[in-house]
């Protein structure tokens, strides 16, 4: 198996972790360049700058259909007058094998506030929820510090950065539906009714959550940003090995030697998941089927 070195070069979302797998709060993420994208962002760029910005970096919707983020943000209305507008993360993980999101906001919650604040300015929206599964207990008390060591630093709430932008955060624990993945049905179970998909159209970004445009991003969609901004746009797409620029969480279980979950490059074959770093089957066991996409991996 490859001995994993994470670096802020060749991991942005994970190289904070810590070793003993203790969650990374304001005091130390601030002392390893967070919020620096953030201050980047809100003191020096536009929201349509910042908007560009991630459409020209090519980051994709990290929740399965890979639509391009920047191009989903721009399809918010111009609008000055429709000044009430949401920023939803869909942290409702549900799928069988699937704990790539649980990962980020279990030991880097930062990470996520600092990914939403800056996707809230670029939206001009002024309030945000993360949606997560009611199972995630951990994952709820770790944000719900987070958000209120950023309140307490002045990085949510009123005139943040001394920017005149305000932004609130809360999170919002689901009930156990797995539709609820789907981005109009959580928006129901959001106001609190049940949780069927909605016809399209209208789309979320014209009437979303109580009727103003809401725009829903993954997770893992929303921490990827904070190091395109710190970055730059040129350094996001050589980390990968593809087209597709950045990098990916990758999760593998099942009867390998070494289960987990590593951030990889895009371009990484299957074959180098499964020996590289799952270490290949267990001993007398012979490889017969691999179901991508949750089951096994995301």
Same mark, same amino acid.
């Given at each position: 198996?490859?001995?994993?070195?994470?670096?802020?070069?060749?991991?942005?979302?994970?190289?904070?972790?810590?070793?003993?797998?203790?969650?990374?709060?304001?005091?130390?993420?601030?002392?390893?360049?967070?919020?620096?994208?953030?201050?980047?962002?809100? +003191?020096?760029?536009?929201?349509?700058?910042?908007?560009?910005?991630?459409?020209?970096?090519?980051?994709?919707?990290?929740?399965?259909?890979?639509?391009?983020?920047?191009?989903?943000?721009?399809?918010?209305?111009?609008?000055?007058?429709?000044?009430?507008?949401?920023?939803?993360?869909?942290?409702?993980?549900?799928?069988?094998? +699937?704990?790539?999101?649980?990962?980020?906001?279990?030991?880097?919650?930062?990470?996520?506030?600092?990914?939403?604040?800056?996707?809230?300015?670029?939206?001009?929206?002024?309030?945000?929820?993360?949606?997560?599964?009611?199972?995630?207990?951990?994952?709820?008390?770790?944000?719900?510090?987070?958000?209120?060591?950023?309140?307490?630093?002045?990085?949510? %709430?009123?005139?943040?950065?001394?920017?005149?932008?305000?932004?609130?955060?809360?999170?919002? +624990?689901?009930?156990?539906?797995?539709?609820? %993945?789907?981005?109009?049905?959580?928006?129901?179970?959001?106001?609190?009714?049940?949780?069927?998909?909605?016809?399209?159209?209208?789309?979320?970004?014209?009437?979303?959550?109580?009727?103003?445009?809401?725009?829903?991003?993954?997770?893992?969609?929303?921490?990827?940003?904070?190091?395109?901004?710190?970055?730059?746009?040129?350094?996001?797409?050589?980390?990968?090995?593809?087209?597709?620029? %950045?990098?990916?969480?990758?999760?593998?279980?099942?009867?390998?030697?070494?289960?987990?979950?590593?951030?990889?490059?895009?371009? +990484?074959?299957?074959?180098?998941?499964?020996?590289?770093?799952?270490?290949?089957?267990?001993?007398?066991?012979?490889?017969?089927?691999?179901?991508?996409?949750?089951?096994?991996?995301?």
């Amino acid at each position: 198996m490859k001995n994993i070195i994470r670096t802020p070069e060749t991991h942005p979302l994970t190289w904070r972790l810590r070793d003993d797998k203790q969650p990374v709060w304001l005091d130390e993420y601030r002392s390893k360049n967070g919020y620096e994208g953030a201050r980047k962002a809100l +003191t020096g760029l536009s929201p349509d700058e910042i908007v560009n910005q991630v459409k020209d970096a090519g980051l994709k919707g990290r929740g399965g259909a890979g639509f391009s983020t920047g191009l989903k943000w721009s399809l918010m209305p111009k609008d000055e007058s429709m000044n009430i507008r949401y920023l939803l993360c869909n942290a409702d993980e549900m799928e069988p094998g +699937t704990y790539k999101d649980r990962l980020l906001m279990e030991q880097l919650p930062h990470l996520l506030v600092e990914g939403m604040l800056i996707s809230a300015f670029a939206l001009k929206a002024y309030r945000g929820y993360i949606f997560l599964r009611g199972e995630y207990i951990e994952a709820a008390v770790n944000l719900r510090r987070a958000i209120a060591e950023a309140t307490e630093a002045g990085l949510l %709430g009123k005139n943040i950065m001394g920017t005149g932008f305000d932004f609130e955060l809360f999170v919002h +624990t689901g009930a156990g539906r797995y539709i609820c %993945g789907e981005e109009t049905a959580l928006i129901n179970s959001l106001e609190g009714r049940r949780a069927n998909p909605r016809s399209k159209p209208p789309f979320p970004a014209t009437s979303g959550v109580w009727g103003k445009p809401t725009c829903v991003n993954n997770v893992e969609t929303l921490c990827n940003v904070p190091a395109i901004l710190a970055n730059g746009v040129e350094w996001y797409q050589n980390i990968s090995k593809s087209k597709d620029a %950045g990098t990916k969480l990758m999760g593998f279980s099942g009867r390998v030697k070494n289960p987990g979950l590593w951030e990889l490059p895009f371009g +990484t074959t299957a074959r180098e998941i499964l020996e590289d770093y799952a270490g290949g089957m267990r001993d007398g066991l012979k490889f017969k089927a691999w179901q991508p996409g949750g089951a096994g991996t995301d």
